[in-house]
């Protein structure tokens, strides 16, 4: 079975820096996705990025990147010049045997300072 | 275009009664998955509702059921709650695929069971 691990439970940045937030996993599968999803505090869930296995390239969207290690099982999220708008919880995300379900981990609170 | 819409926001129960969620999809989605988040975990998968039928379940109890109308809502019920049932309950919609579609979720409805 799938599982899904984030060691950070609680991480602070200041406001224009950069943060890491971790994320290992485990999977049989050869080919899959991985999801970075963002619950801010008035709780609505939103994709944040998304990384295919196959692809070696790692994904990036505005101010977010991964770093994606399929070897390793490891798919980092990086976020840069943060603003205080990404307070937030941070959910690492695998879906199940080619299917929509998705494993989450436990999540990262990430609180930007100003 | 509206986004994924649940209802109602807060409910309030009492042990051993029965309980039902609503969930409206977005806009052209026909997928609609359950999750239960528990107070500092992340979402954890309930079941998943394509063509009316229910495709996917994960590890929950037969207390657990739900519906899928031909407009693609969703409906979760809950019989018989435990105090453990205390959550938010979060819907999601997507389009079917192979495990890369984005999940659009809802705003959640926060059950409380005393």
């Known amino acids: 079975a799938q599982t899904v691990t984030q060691s950070q439970p609680e991480m602070s940045v200041q406001e224009a820096e950069t943060v890491t937030l971790s994320c290992t996993y485990d999977?049989?599968?050869?080919?899959?996705?991985l999801f970075w999803y963002k619950q801010p505090p008035s709780r609505q869930m939103i994709l944040v990025i998304r990384?295919?296995?196959?692809?070696?390239q790692n994904a990036t969207e505005n101010r977010f990147s991964v770093n994606f290690q399929k070897a390793a099982k490891s798919f980092s999220l990086k976020i840069s010049d943060s603003q205080l708008g990404d307070t937030a919880m941070y959910f690492c995300?695998?879906?199940?045997?080619?299917?929509?379900?998705?494993?989450f981990g436990k999540g990262t609170k990430l609180t930007v300072n100003p | 275009d509206a986004g994924v819409t649940q209802s109602p926001t807060h409910l309030i129960k009492t042990r051993g009664q029965q309980v039902t969620l609503r969930c409206s999809p977005k806009?052209?989605?026909?997928?609609v998955s359950w999750y239960q988040q528990a107070l500092g975990q992340g979402p954890q998968f309930i079941f998943q509702?394509?063509?009316?039928?229910?495709?996917q379940r994960g590890n929950f109890p037969d207390r657990f059921s739900g519906h899928q109308f031909p407009n693609y809502s969703s409906e979760l019920n809950v019989n018989a709650l435990l105090l453990g049932d205390s959550a938010l309950y979060l819907c999601?919609?997507?389009?079917?695929?192979?495990?890369?579609?984005?999940?659009?979720f809802g705003p959640g409805t926060r059950l409380t069971v005393t």
């Open positions: 509702y394509y063509e009316e039928e229910e495709r």
């Open positions: 806009s052209g989605h026909d997928t």
């Open positions: 990384q295919e296995a196959y692809k070696q």
């Open positions: 995300a695998l879906p199940q045997g080619g299917s929509e379900k998705l494993v």
């Open positions: 999601a919609s997507s389009q079917p695929g192979e495990g890369g579609n984005e999940q659009y």
């Open positions: 999977t049989s599968e050869n080919n899959y996705y």
